[in-house]
């Protein structure tokens, strides 16, 4: 789920792995982890990436679009 919401919500604004490590403060290749699912990002960087994508920690990390929450990811 969060790898998936985390691609989706990046392409969604139009931003780079790179563009996102670099507003975040971790390197392209963590980025690439967080979305192939290899590694997920502390809750400080979960905060960040909510506030970057404009969704909530839970919509963040719970979204499933069959669940129809409002987010056109």
Known sequence: MFKDNML????LHNLTQEDVAEKVGV???????WESGETVP????CRILAE??????????????????????
């Not at 390197?27 to 982890?33: I, L, S």
């Not at 970057?52 to 990811?73: H, I, K, R, T, W």
Request: aromatic fraction near 6%; glycine fraction near 6%.
């Open 27 to 33: 390197t392209r290749q963590a980025v690439a982890k």
């Open 52 to 73: 970057l994508f404009g969704v909530s920690l839970d919509d963040l990390a719970n979204y499933e679009q069959e669940n129809n929450l409002g987010l056109n990811l």
């Open 8 to 11: 989706q919500l990046r392409k």
């Open 42 to 45: 502390d809750l400080d960087k």
